[in-house]
């Protein structure tokens, strides 16, 4: 529930498409991303496309977690079980503390559109240095099913009766 009495607070979103063959002017899944973060209110702080190769994947969500302007990464692409998907073995890597209910609640959610096919995705969510992360699989479908019915609402500050950006000043409190 969104409660319309508090105050918005945008927040700084990066995003990674995770492809060997998309580029700009196809790359889909990450537009209908964007488009969603812009028209919910938050900044779009950097877009990117990486080949699947943990290697560099690893290295951008490096970069995007020094980055004290950037409060949130998002992928999309790299998340099924054939040999090429490394998004899951990169963000290992890095994340500090899993969010298993994302990758959890995203499978729910995506089973009742495709049914026992979502055992082939495994998206999911996490803290790295401050920073939340998520992964989500590369079709459009299932990005605007992560944003859409996840998200959009954990990343609000109005949402009731709890969200993520409300925990984001005491994301580093075990550094203090």
Not at 4 to 10: A, D, H, M, Q, V
Not at 43 to 57: C, G, M, N, V
Request: net charge negative; charged share 25%.
């Amino acid at each position: 529930m969104i409660d319309e009495s508090r105050n918005f607070l945008p927040v700084h979103i990066a995003i990674i498409t995770v492809s060997d063959t998309r580029v700009a002017e196809n790359d889909t899944s990450g537009d209908a991303l964007a488009s969603r973060i812009l028209a919910a209110g938050h900044h779009l702080a950097d877009r990117k496309i990486i080949k699947d190769d943990a290697d560099l994947i690893e290295s951008q969500l490096r970069v995007w977690m020094a980055d004290p302007a950037i409060d949130v990464v998002i992928t999309t692409g790299g998340t099924g079980v054939t040999g090429r998907d490394v998004t899951p073995e990169a963000f290992s890597r890095v994340l500090d503390k899993t969010i298993e209910g994302f990758g959890e609640l995203f499978r729910m959610l995506s089973y009742q559109k495709i049914g026992t096919s979502t055992i082939q995705s495994r998206a999911l969510g996490g803290v790295a240095a401050g920073t939340y992360m998520f992964a989500l699989p590369g079709s459009t479908g299932a990005v605007k099913d992560g944003w859409d019915d996840i998200l959009k609402f954990q990343l609000d500050s109005r949402h009731r009766p709890c969200n993520l950006v409300e925990l984001m000043p005491r994301l580093l409190e075990h550094l203090k």
